[in-house]
């Protein structure tokens, strides 16, 4: 299958490759120049567990290419997967759509032939009629079928995702389109992975209902979290007492300092005004968004607290910055709601992230980046763990302790064992266990 990728970005970019990577060939293109320009010098701009070898590999074999020129990729093509952004729109949480459509008209003057146009994009219900009707009135003579397939995978681990996902949708109900969504995703068949042929609609609408549960099972284990704070439980045995049944599973029963990233939170913003516009509100939805964001900035109160009151002229190091870890994707991290908030008490903060910090420079004025976790601590009066990277499991802890003038440290991912913590010396509050 020859297929055309518009928008190279977290999603595109691993798309692009792993479609090369089951042999087809492949065009990415991308309106960024630079970022184009990067990869075809083999750099890869953004950070992906296994992306480099895979786009090396081929790249060599000439399965895989980069490129600007979007006429005559989709003119080549059998499929194009639109796979542009769809942030929230400033002032309403609805989902942007202008890249999605302005990708549309630019495709539609470009089909050459009978040809397959996806939205990968997470895109609200109703969408994927709308680009119809767009390259149907830009190209009233094109041969094309419009599907629906949402793209499920994770930050951090993108290849494995889309290399092995639980399902793939497919939002068509034609025969031709399926034929060739089928032959895309053949090689996954070796692994029996169910091809779900859905209605465009339902396709729509299953990406962002799949978000909003995983949203709200994150929001439930978080206040469960709180709740055990307040009567002396654990919340990681409740997590793993509950997990174990089958019905409800282990899976995203973490607690933390509350969800963010690319998706999470403008997925279940979007999704909500779908509900409200389609009068069928999803007042579970509205909730989870309203508990999230009072979340995160509440976590500013537990450093305040742990440094007695007050961060009047204290140091806090900040380990890990971004939304969560293998990623360096900044978008709606958490850091970016807690940081702020710590400097406007008073703090000043030095912060390492092992890959987040070159995004961060752009988003965290008046903080201090430094290049390793212990150049953090120095006289340090608090540290606190944002992002759970691996590396800060296995800090030298004596070493950490030396370094700060304080041992205090609020740990928002429960990376320590509590008992070790204090018997250590810390003065440590992590969150939903007994200290
Ligand atoms: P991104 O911002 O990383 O990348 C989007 C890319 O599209 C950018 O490189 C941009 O330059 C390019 N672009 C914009 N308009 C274009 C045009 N007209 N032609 C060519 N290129 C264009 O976005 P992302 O994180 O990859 O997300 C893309 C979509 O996938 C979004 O709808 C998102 O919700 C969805 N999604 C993201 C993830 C994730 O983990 N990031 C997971 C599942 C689904």
């Known amino acids: 299958m020859r297929i055309a990728v518009i928008g190279t970005g977290y999603v595109g970019l691993v798309s692009g490759t792993c479609f090369s990577e089951f042999g087809h060939d492949v065009i990415c293109i991308d309106t960024d120049e630079t970022k184009i320009a990067r990869l075809n010098k083999g750099e890869v701009p953004i950070f992906e567990p296994g992306l480099q070898a895979m786009i090396e590999k081929n790249s060599r074999s000439g399965y895989l290419k980069f490129g600007t020129d979007l006429e005559t990729a989709v003119s080549n093509a059998d499929a194009v997967f639109i796979a542009v952004g769809t942030p929230s729109r400033r002032g309403d949480g609805q989902a942007d759509l202008s890249y999605v459509y302005s990708a549309a008209t630019e495709i539609a003057a470009a089909l050459t032939g009978y040809t397959v146009v996806v939205t990968k994009s997470t895109v609200p219900v109703g ?130 300092p509350g969800f963010g990233g690319s998706c999470f939170p403008k997925d279940t913003r979007a999704l909500f005004e779908t509900s409200m516009a389609a009068e069928a509100p999803l007042q579970i939805v509205e909730t989870v968004i309203g508990i999230n964001e009072k979340r995160k900035k509440a976590m500013a109160t537990r450093v305040i607290d742990a440094c007695d009151g007050s961060l009047t002229d204290k140091r806090i190091a900040v380990l890990g910055l971004t939304f969560k870890p293998n990623t ?108």
């Open 328 to 435: 360096d994707d900044m978008r709606e991290s958490p850091s970016l709601d807690i940081l702020p908030e710590l400097i406007r008490r008073g703090a000043t903060i030095r912060a390492y992230d092992p890959e987040g910090m070159s995004e961060a420079r752009k988003l965290l004025e008046e903080v201090e980046f430094c290049d390793s976790s212990y150049a953090t601590l120095e006289e340090a009066d608090a540290l606190v763990l944002i992002t759970e990277w691996n590396e800060f499991r296995a800090l030298d802890l004596d070493r950490v302790k030396s370094l700060m003038k304080t041992p205090v440290i609020v740990d928002l991912r429960n990376i320590y064992d509590p008992h070790d913590m204090t018997a250590k010396g810390f003065a440590y509050s992590s969150i939903g266990r007994p200290q």
């Open 127 to 256: 969408t994927g009629r709308e680009v119809a009707r767009i390259l149907r009135e830009a190209n009233p003579e094109a041969d094309f079928d419009v599907v629906s397939n949402p793209e499920f995978l994770r930050e951090g681990a993108a290849i494995e995702d889309f290399m092995r996902p639980d399902r793939v949708i497919v939002g068509t109900l034609e025969p031709r389109a399926q034929e060739v969504m089928s032959a895309i995703y053949r090689p996954l068949s070796l692994f029996q992975t169910p091809l779900v042929f859905t209605s465009l609609e339902s396709a729509e609408l299953t990406k962002y209902a799949g978000n909003a549960f995983l949203a709200t099972k994150i929001t439930f284990i978080n206040e469960i979290a709180d709740l055990c704070e307040k009567v002396g439980a654990d919340v990681h045995d409740v997590a793993r007492g509950i997990g174990l049944d089958r019905r409800i599973g282990a899976k995203f029963l973490h607690p933390g």
